[in-house]
């Protein structure tokens, strides 16, 4: 495995310092493969990413031919939490695992943050 | 009468913060005075925008003026803000009774009349409710939903064979899907205006699955919902039912909290249709 360089590191934190947020990781739009990781133990890191990617692939496809343009920001909410994911122009994917009563706002400006360290 | 309009307007302009505009918003529309009446409310509003109270009166007028989706929206808001809001309860079942949703009603009448057992009009429009009698939504008109028709469980409900008739961007900005992607109901158009229905629904397939996954691989429990902001516009995905999927897309002008809502109705109105259709 090759090592992240380091921008990757902060912009990870600049997400994973906001309260509520379970874990982080960059991830390769493209194949699903993670890129850079802050998670917690016993999250299946590999396996969301690749869903991640899958859904970004599809919503985003959905979203271009509906009219409404590439995808900014994504927010799966589910009973127990949420992933809220926004796309750097790389296509790399900054992901974010929440509890259920975070501030989405707060992590969605800081995952645009994360995705303009990220690149 | 006019003197209180007069007077409640100068105490308003003196104070333009004042909760006065309650008073005065309501006596003009009391008045049949609607016009007015809307631009205080709003511009209370505006100015108390978390007041439970503002948006039950905005509501009631928007009833007034028989613009019933903003109303629900409004007396949504104020149950959000304060979910034992007595004028909001009963704004909501009057809707209901009004698409002939009996059920939903009662239920918000029964809520409302936890909260105040001693309201005549609650007590009458439930008692008629529960008695299957056409005339609760008129009982509800103690309440100040002025506007009411004689409606009641005899009224018509929506014409659930167009699935989305009657809700907002019922023609075009709603889409029923089924698991592998076929058009239930619905359809899309971009901005050109051209139909964009069958391509949407081929790149959905799968996802209702996909969001599924995801939230079971976390712990997260059942997904609920998938929000996503575009560059010109949101989109908000839901599961009415099972494996059946409601996409909903409005331009950026509409927030994403709101779009949530209109996609909550819609999932509600698609659920009730999917279920006749069984």
């Known amino acids: ?52 990617a899958s859904l970004a692939n599809r919503l985003g496809r959905a ?24 796309g750097a ?3 790399i994917l900054v992901v974010a695992i929440t509890e259920p009563d975070v501030n989405v706002g707060l992590v969605r400006l800081e995952l645009l943050r994360a995705a303009a360290v990220a690149g | 009468m006019p003197e209180d309009i007069k007077s409640l307007s100068s105490q308003l302009a003196q104070d333009p913060n004042s909760l006065v505009f309650l008073r005065l918003g309501e006596l003009l529309r009391q008045k049949g005075q609607f016009d007015a009446a809307h631009r205080v409310a709003l511009t209370g509003l505006e100015r108390h925008p ?37 004028g909001a309860l009963k704004g909501l079942a009057f809707l209901y009774f009004k698409v002939g949703d009996v059920a939903q009603a009662a239920a918000h009448l029964e809520t409302a009349q ?48 167009r699935v989305f008739a009657g809700l907002e961007g019922a023609q075009e900005g709603l889409l029923l899907l089924d698991a592998s992607g076929r058009v239930l109901g619905g359809a899309l158009k971009n901005g050109q205006g051209h139909s964009v229905t069958e391509a949407v629904a081929a790149y959905l397939a799968g996802v209702s699955q996909e969001a599924g996954r995801t939230a079971k691989l976390l712990s997260l429990g059942a997904w609920t919902g998938l929000a996503a902001e575009g560059k010109l516009g949101h989109v908000h995905v839901t599961a009415p039912s099972g494996d059946a999927l ?11 909290g709101r779009l949530a809502i209109i996609a909550q109705r819609a999932a509600a109105t698609a659920r009730r249709w999917l279920e006749q259709q069984r």
């Open chain 2, 114 to 161: 936890r909260v105040a057992p001693d309201d005549p009009g609650v007590a009458q429009a439930l008692a008629l409710a529960r008695g299957g009698k056409a005339g609760a939504g008129d009982a509800l008109h103690t309440g100040g939903v002025a506007a009411a028709e004689p409606i009641g469980p005899a009224a018509q409900p929506l014409e659930d064979a």
């Open chain 1, 63 to 86: 979203m271009e031919a509906a009219g409404v343009g590439a995808s900014l920001f994504w927010h799966l909410q589910a009973q127990a939490g949420a992933l809220l994911v926004v």
């Open chain 1, 89 to 91: 122009p790389s296509g």
């Open chain 2, 50 to 86: 978390h007041l439970a109270d503002a948006h039950d009166l905005y509501a009631r007028i928007l009833a007034d003026k028989r613009d019933y989706e903003r109303a629900f929206d409004e007396w949504d808001m104020a149950l959000r803000i304060a979910p034992d809001h007595v």
């Open chain 2, 246 to 256: 409601l996409f909903v897309v409005r331009d950026r002008s509409v927030p994403m």
């Open chain 1, 1 to 52: 495995m090759t090592t992240a360089p380091a921008g990757y590191g902060r912009a990870l934190d600049l997400v994973t310092r906001v309260r509520g947020v379970r874990g982080a990781m960059l991830v390769s739009g493209e194949d699903g493969l993670i890129v850079a990781e802050q998670l917690m133990e016993g999250i299946k890191g590999a396996a969301v990413a690749a869903l991640a």
